[in-house]
């Protein structure tokens, strides 16, 4: 995997942004705690909040641990270094360990967009659907949430049955296409191991490990 190391400021500024921008796509609110945490008000049933730290140490490391033990419905998501081990808190368990923090600058590299795309404006985020046949009425789909220069992707997924045919590029270049007429500059997305080989052929460079946690194996809420 292409990775670039990132120091701790850097790495804490990209992921405040791709927070907020993950925020903006779902229509989420997120903080900054005393204690330097982000909070993103999630506000689902599994997952009320998820917490977000970046290189913590142990202490802090075990007292979001506990914290999150007692709630039952907060997650924690931890940012690292690009090639290090995943850092999971004292009590909790990993549902996913292998994510990672991408960028792409810039966002679009002139592509046309394929007309088979249906984009929807919604202000801060853009939305893209790929009719499907069948029973199937969406082939492919995905979002972004936009926050001055960044656009950060969410929600990128393709239909099993209508895999390897090369639609998920093709949701990505309309969405990075219609957000750099608006202003987009660098792209931020959180791959899953899935998705990370798709993000790299298409130019897109690992800057973080991020490995989210809960008291609870659950099925993440991320997509490649």
Excluded: N
Excluded at 16 to 42: N, T, Y
Excluded at 214 to 221: E, K, N
């Amino acid at each position: 995997m292409s990775t670039e190391p990132a120091d701790l400021a850097d790495l804490a500024g990209l992921t405040r942004r791709w927070a907020e921008g993950w925020a903006a796509s779902r229509r989420m609110s997120v903080a900054e705690r005393p204690d330097g945490v982000l909070i993103v008000d999630v506000g689902d049933d599994k997952r009320r909040a998820e917490l977000l730290l970046v290189e913590p140490d142990d202490a802090t490391l075990a007292a979001v641990g506990a914290e999150v033990v007692a709630a039952g419905d907060l997650w924690v998501s931890v940012m690292t270094a690009p090639d290090s081990e995943p850092v999971v808190p004292p009590g909790l368990v990993a549902l996913a360990a292998r994510d990672a923090l991408m960028v792409r600058t810039p966002v679009h590299d002139g592509t046309a967009p394929d007309p088979c795309v249906r984009l929807v404006d919604d202000g801060d985020r853009l939305l893209a659907t790929v009719a499907g046949e069948g029973d199937v009425r969406i082939a492919a789909q995905g979002q972004v949430g936009l926050v001055g220069t960044d656009v950060v992707f969410d929600r990128i997924g393709t239909d099993a049955a209508h895999r390897r045919r090369g639609l998920g590029t093709l949701v990505m270049t309309a969405l990075a296409e219609h957000a750099a007429r608006r202003g987009g500059v660098e792209g931020l997305l959180v791959a899953t191991t899935d998705g990370q080989a798709l993000y790299e052929r298409l130019g897109w460079r690992s800057v973080g490990r991020f490995t989210t946690s809960a008291v609870r194996p659950s099925v993440s809420a991320r997509t490649p």
